[in-house]
């Protein structure tokens, strides 16, 4: 399956963005699907991620400032982030986990 990740972009320290991430086939509602990012130089990190239910968990340091949601109708996941922190600066990946394949990433940027 292929994933297209798209939504990053430059905000300021509080803001706002919603990256989008559209898988090409139906698989998409029976897999988990993940959002991880990436800084240079550390291991890519997961987080949040959604079942196939809905349910979600999140990294602790974005717990209460980012949602995942899902539309299966549409084959994509979301990742609202909110409250934006300059240490939130990373690429994005998203990640199905039944087909284990990963978006081609979209860097966010937080300024200070």
């Known amino acids: 399956v292929q994933l297209q990740a798209s939504g990053g972009g430059l905000v300021q320290a509080g803001g706002s963005l919603r990256l989008s991430c559209a898988a090409s086939?139906?698989?998409?509602?029976?897999?988990?699907m993940g959002w991880y990012r990436q800084t240079p130089g550390k291991q890519r990190e997961l987080v949040a991620r959604?079942?196939?239910?809905?349910?979600?968990n999140y990294a602790d340091s974005v717990k209460g400032r980012f949602t995942i949601s899902r539309d299966n109708a549409k084959n994509t996941v979301y990742l609202q982030m909110d409250s934006l922190k300059p240490e939130d600066t990373a690429v994005y990946y998203c990640?199905?986990?039944?087909?284990?394949?990963w978006g081609q990433g979209t860097l966010v940027t937080v300024s200070s």
């Open positions: 959604i079942n196939i239910g809905g349910s979600t």
């Open positions: 086939t139906s698989t998409f509602s029976i897999s988990d």
């Open positions: 990640k199905s986990f039944w087909t284990n394949s």
